[in-house]
Every structure is written in structure tokens, then in C-alpha cells.
């Protein structure tokens, strides 16, 4: 809380995820097929997800937020700026 600008918007690639081999990115691939259909939002070539998405990731990866969006990052499906929506949360 307390925050003095708002969150960043988390913005899933999803031409990249295609080609991100699955055994890394199945879940990811799962859980971003899964929103799609939750939305009918079929036609996107970039998702817009939910902050606590990226909490249930991490769970799903078994991961801390943080490192799971380095890695994410470093596959190029999310954009860098979300660096800044797990900062407060590792501490
Ligand atoms: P819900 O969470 O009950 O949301 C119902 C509707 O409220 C959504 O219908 C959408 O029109 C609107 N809505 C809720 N939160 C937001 C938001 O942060 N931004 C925007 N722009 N609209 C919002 P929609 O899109 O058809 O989604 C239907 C259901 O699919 C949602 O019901 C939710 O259960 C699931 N869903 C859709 N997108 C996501 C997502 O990104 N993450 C998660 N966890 N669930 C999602
Ligand atoms: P933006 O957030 O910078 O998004 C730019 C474009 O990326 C969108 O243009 C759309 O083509 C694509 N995009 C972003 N997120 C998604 C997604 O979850 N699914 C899909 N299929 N495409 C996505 P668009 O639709 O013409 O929207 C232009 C701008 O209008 C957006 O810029 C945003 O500022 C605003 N906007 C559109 N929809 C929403 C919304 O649900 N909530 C809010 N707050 N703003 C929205
Ligand atoms: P957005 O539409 O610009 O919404 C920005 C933030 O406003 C959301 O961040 C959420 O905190 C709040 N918000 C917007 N609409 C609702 C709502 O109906 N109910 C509630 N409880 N909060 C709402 P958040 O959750 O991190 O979502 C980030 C972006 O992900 C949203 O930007 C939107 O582009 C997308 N998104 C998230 N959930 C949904 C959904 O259910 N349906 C659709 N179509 N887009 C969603």
C-alpha cells in the first residue's frame, strides 16, 4: 500500500509464448488459454492479465513472483515493467 504511482499493467506476448519451447511454457500457455476463453478474447496477439495472475503463476511454477517474472521476462512474453509490480512484494 501506499504506493505513489499505480501499478504497471502486466502485458502477456502471445506470439512469443508460441515459441517458447512448452515444457517450459505449458502452464503459461494453459493458464493464458484459459483467460482467453474466460473473455472470449480470441483474436489478441498480446494479453492484458490480472496482478494477482501473476501470484497464482508463482504457485503454479513454484516460484517467487520475482523470479518467475525475470524468467518470463528473459522468454520475452512480459514486458520488462512488470518488474515493478513484484518489487514491495519480496521483501
Ligand atoms: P468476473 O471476475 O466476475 O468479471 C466479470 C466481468 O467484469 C468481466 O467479464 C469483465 O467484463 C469485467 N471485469 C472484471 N474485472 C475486470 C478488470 O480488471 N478489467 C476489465 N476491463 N474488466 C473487468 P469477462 O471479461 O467476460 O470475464 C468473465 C470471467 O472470466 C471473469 O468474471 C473472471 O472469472 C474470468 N476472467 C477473465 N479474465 C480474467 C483474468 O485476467 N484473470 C482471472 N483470474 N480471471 C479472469
Ligand atoms: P493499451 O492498454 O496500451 O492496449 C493497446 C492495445 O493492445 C489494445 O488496443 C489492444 O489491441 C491490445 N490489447 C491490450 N490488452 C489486450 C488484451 O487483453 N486482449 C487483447 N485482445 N488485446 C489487448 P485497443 O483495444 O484499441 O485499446 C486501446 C487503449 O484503450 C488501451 O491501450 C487502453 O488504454 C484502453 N483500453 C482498452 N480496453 C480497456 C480496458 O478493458 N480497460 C482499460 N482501463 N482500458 C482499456
Ligand atoms: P483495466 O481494465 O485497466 O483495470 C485496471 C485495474 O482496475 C484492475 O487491475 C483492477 O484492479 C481494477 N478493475 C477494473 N475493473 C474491475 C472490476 O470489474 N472489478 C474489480 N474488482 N476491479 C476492477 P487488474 O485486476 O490487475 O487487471 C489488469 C488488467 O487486466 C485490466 O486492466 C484488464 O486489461 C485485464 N483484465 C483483468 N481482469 C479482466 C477481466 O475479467 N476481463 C477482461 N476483459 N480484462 C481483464
Do not use: C, H, M
Amino acid at each position: 500500500g501506499g504506493a505513489a504511482e499505480p501499478p504497471p499493467r502486466l502485458v502477456l506476448d502471445l506470439e512469443r509464448l508460441t515459441q517458447v519451447p512448452s515444457e517450459k511454457a505449458g502452464p503459461l500457455q494453459r493458464y493464458a488459454a484459459t483467460i482467453q476463453s474466460q473473455r472470449g478474447d480470441y483474436n489478441g496477439k498480446i494479453l492484458s492479465i490480472r496482478q494477482d495472475d501473476l501470484r497464482t503463476l508463482a504457485v503454479i511454477y513454484d516460484q517467487s513472483p520475482s523470479i518467475l517474472t525475470e524468467q518470463l521476462i528473459s522468454w520475452g512474453v512480459l514486458n520488462p515493467d512488470a518488474r515493478r509490480a513484484v518489487r514491495e512484494e519480496d521483501a
